[in-house]
C-alpha cells in the first residue's frame, strides 16, 4: 500500500467504524507484522480461492 502500511489501516478503519468486519490479505506469513494483526483479530488462513471465497460467506453470514 503507497500510503500506509495494512496494520495502520486496519487501526484507522476500527477507529472510523466501530465493528467493522473485513477481509485483508498480505504475502506476509511471519513476524511482527503478523503478530500486531492477530493482537487486531486477524487470523492467519492458507489462501486458495475456494478457502476465500468461504472467508467471505462466513463474514456476509454473521452480519445483522
Not at 4 to 10: F, H, L, S, V
Not at 21 to 37: H, Q, R
Not at 42 to 48: D, E, G, K, T
Amino acid at each position: 500500500m503507497p500510503e500506509q502500511e495494512g496494520i495502520e489501516t486496519t487501526q484507522a478503519l476500527r477507529k472510523e467504524v466501530a465493528g467493522i468486519e473485513f477481509i485483508g490479505m498480505s504475502g506476509w506469513l511471519g513476524g511482527e507484522f503478523l503478530e500486531a494483526a492477530r493482537k487486531l483479530g486477524a487470523q492467519a488462513v492458507p489462501v486458495s480461492a475456494d478457502v476465500l471465497l468461504a472467508k467471505v460467506a462466513e463474514v456476509l453470514r454473521s452480519r445483522p
